[in-house]
């Protein structure tokens, strides 16, 4: 049996979380939703300018990769 997408989306922010971390912010996974993942950014991630960045550029960029289902990343309040 494979995998969920959902699992292996946990799977794969488990993987940058530590360098999310190391900068005092995280992200915190939602749901995913056709091909949508919606996640929430905590810590100095919040209110952050570089936090667009940081989603689409790196978040969405390695989900992207690690997940072929996944479309884009959005940050939900």
């Known amino acids: 049996m494979t995998e969920s997408v959902e699992k292996r989306v946990r799977d794969a922010l488990d993987l940058i979380r530590p360098q999310l ?3 005092g912010g995280d992200v ?3 749901a995913f ?7 929430k950014l905590q810590g100095h ?4 300018p570089m936090s667009t960045m940081t989603l689409k550029q790196g978040i969405e ?5 690690e997940v072929p289902e996944v ?6 309040p």
């Open 61 to 65: 960029r390695f989900l992207k990769t």
């Open 21 to 23: 971390q190391a900068d």
């Open 28 to 30: 915190q996974f939602v």
């Open 45 to 48: 991630c919040v209110g952050c």
């Open 33 to 39: 939703e056709n091909g949508v993942v919606k996640v």
């Open 71 to 76: 479309e884009t990343v959005e940050n939900v």
